[in-house]
């Protein structure tokens, strides 16, 4: 069943009206390449066996699921090292998060009473209403060394979507649809930027098996507050913290541009 659909940009969908619009939305953007080439393909960056799922609570203790002002990296998921690295050139045309649902005490806070103080919500604590976006991310050496290269973990933001708001898909499958795609070159990767906050951490997963850098110093990797979210084009960044057992519920949709047919080899006349 499809739910709150907006024509313009974003579609929530399950899973399986997901699939048709895959299989039928976005393959006339493929069509359209194919009469050129039959090498064009669309591929889920970030995708592996284990389907996006919305975040819980645990059972005990704190909740720590809400992602806030930073931009995320897969670096492991489902033992995939860098899922949303892009193998072939080509352009992203959508995202996919699944955020948790969130009460309006938690997003808006509560009042004071006789026996409990006033406690702030989300949108007060982290700026603002929840929104995100997707960001494509080049490994790059420092702005200001050649000599620190891509294992220090520096990112060049290459291109990013627009801001989309979250709150009305809280609880849902959402696939946001970009107006303008995004290039992507070989080799790069795909992060998904909340300059305020969203409730898209899954935790508790297997240590060796998922985990995800921020693109904050080590000095903040806790300071939850730090505003690191990395929202300008060109800006390069070092991603220092590491938090394994972690997974962000995201992937992004990239149609990869035809690869010219081979030139035949010609016979040189005598």
């Not at 929530?12 to 050129?36: E, H, Y």
Request: overall charge positive; glycine content about 8%.
């Amino acid at each position: 069943m499809l739910a709150g659909r907006d024509f313009g940009r974003r579609v929530v969908l399950n899973a399986a009206m997901r699939r048709i619009f895959l299989l039928t939305g976005l393959s006339f953007a493929v069509l359209a390449l194919a009469a050129a080439s039959t090498y064009a393909a669309i591929t889920e960056l970030g995708a592996t066996s284990t389907p996006l799922s919305k975040p819980v609570c645990p059972a005990t203790g704190s909740c720590p699921i809400i992602l806030t002002e930073t931009t995320a990296l897969e670096v492991l998921n489902n033992g995939v090292g860098y899922p949303t690295i892009a193998l072939h050139r080509g352009r992203i045309v959508a995202f996919t998060v699944t955020p948790a649902s969130i009460t309006a005490a938690d997003i808006n806070g509560t009042k004071a009473t006789k026996t409990t103080p006033a406690q702030p919500g989300l949108n007060a604590t982290y700026g603002g209403a929840s929104e995100v976006a997707i960001t494509v991310l080049k490994p790059s050496s420092s702005v200001t060394s050649k000599k620190v290269g891509p294992s220090k973990r520096y990112y060049k933001v290459v291109a990013e979507s627009p801001l989309f708001q979250l709150q009305p898909y809280f609880g849902h499958l959402v696939q946001f649809v970009l107006d303008q795609s995004l290039p992507i070159g070989k080799g790069d990767v795909v992060g998904l930027t909340v300059p305020t906050w969203a409730p898209l951490l899954s935790v508790n997963l297997a240590k060796s098996q998922f985990g995800w850098r921020a693109s904050r110093p080590s000095a903040s990797c806790t300071d939850f507050t730090v505003q690191t979210a990395q929202l300008l084009p060109g800006a390069s960044t070092r991603y220092q913290c590491y938090f394994d057992g972690t997974r962000v519920e995201y992937t992004a949709t990239e149609i990869t541009l035809p690869v010219p047919p081979p030139v035949p080899k010609t016979t040189p006349k005598h």
